[in-house]
């Protein structure tokens, strides 16, 4: 179950449509990638949620983020902007870089690597 579940995943990021399947709503990546607004394409779908710099808010809790300064996913640049948003609402986050690692525990942006976190 372990192995299709990855096998899964590594296609939805090959194809470029994991936030299609994430967000149930067909589209959604090519729409976010042709919008300058992503944030408002995802509060217009209601699928804001997805987006932890649209959740920041004051009272925001403290947050531990490891990742992988080569993840292609999410870029490690967009990590260190949540870090930059959670501290200017407040909160403590402590941002583990893992050089040379990809998104997720297997790296799967890296092909399934094992590079990950």
């Known amino acids: 179950m372990g192995r299709t579940r990855r096998s899964i995943d590594i296609v939805l990021h090959q194809f470029g449509t994991k936030l299609d399947f994430l967000a149930s709503v067909r589209g ?6 042709e919008d300058e607004n992503a944030g408002e394409v995802a509060r217009e779908l209601g699928v804001e949620k997805l987006f932890p710099v649209l959740q920041v808010a004051d009272g ?3 947050t531990w983020v490891v990742y992988g300064t080569r993840g292609k996913t999410v870029l490690f640049e967009e990590v260190m902007y949540l870090k930059t948003l959670v501290e200017a609402a407040g909160s403590k986050c402590k941002l583990v870089p893992v050089k040379g690692g990809g998104y997720g525990a297997g790296g799967e942006d ?5 590079q990950g976190v």
Do not use: A
């Not at 959604?28 to 990638?33: P, V």
């Not at 890296?110 to 094992?114: D, E, I, N, Q």
């Open 28 to 33: 959604f990546s090519r729409r976010l990638q």
């Open 110 to 114: 890296l092909g399934g690597s094992k």
């Open 60 to 62: 925001f809790p403290p």
